[in-house]
């Protein structure tokens, strides 16, 4: 859990606020009851702090009961139970897979408005790995070392905010 909150600590955070055109999905597939999905709204979000203690309590609540249905237990915080393709298929259309051997993201052509695709601190599996390429997914890498979830979150908003400077 500590893994997918700094990842959306990342993702979401600038020095004073909140980006506010960014959409989070956190995929569970660990016990007790996998697979759960975690949606976060920046735009419509209210609580959701720097600290990853405050948001773990706004995760286990959208975890809490959740169902086939998306739901949303807090503002801009959204639980269901979907796998791995479904989750791709409520974020997508336009996908950037993020791995080791990827071509460099700072030559890189991306798609507008993609989805960016990573895994925590386990690779993807093989069928994971192919549902994203399927779908027509960029393959980019950060540079030689591989990194942190969230390091690699924020190198790519590094390089987007550099792109749209």
């Known amino acids: 859990m500590d893994i997918l ?3 959306a600590n ?3 955070h600038v020095a004073h606020g909140l980006r506010r055109d960014v959409e989070v999905g956190l995929l569970l597939l660990g016990p007790p009851d996998p697979p759960r999905f975690v949606r976060l709204e920046s735009f419509r979000l ?8 405050s948001n773990a309590a706004l995760v286990r609540l959208a975890l809490k009961d ?13 639980g269901s139970k979907a796998g791995f393709e479904e989750a791709l298929d409520r974020l997508g259309p336009a996908f950037v897979y993020l791995r080791e051997g990827g071509k ?10 993609a989805t960016f695709v990573l895994s925590d601190n386990q690779d993807l599996t093989a069928a ?5 390429l399927d ?6 890498g950060l540079g030689p070392i591989p990194l942190h979830t969230d390091h690699a979150i ?4 590094n390089e987007l905010d550099r792109r749209n400077v």
């Open 154 to 157: 924020a190198l790519v908003n």
């Open 135 to 140: 779908r027509g997914a960029v393959p980019v």
């Open 5 to 7: 909150l700094n990842a």
């Open 128 to 132: 994971e790995d192919r549902s994203v």
């Open 10 to 12: 990342a993702a979401l």
């Open 66 to 78: 959740a169902s086939r249905i998306e739901r949303e237990t807090s503002p801009g915080v959204f």
């Open 46 to 53: 209210r609580n959701f702090q720097p600290d990853i203690r």
């Open 104 to 113: 460099d993201i700072r030559d890189a052509i991306l798609p507008a408005d």
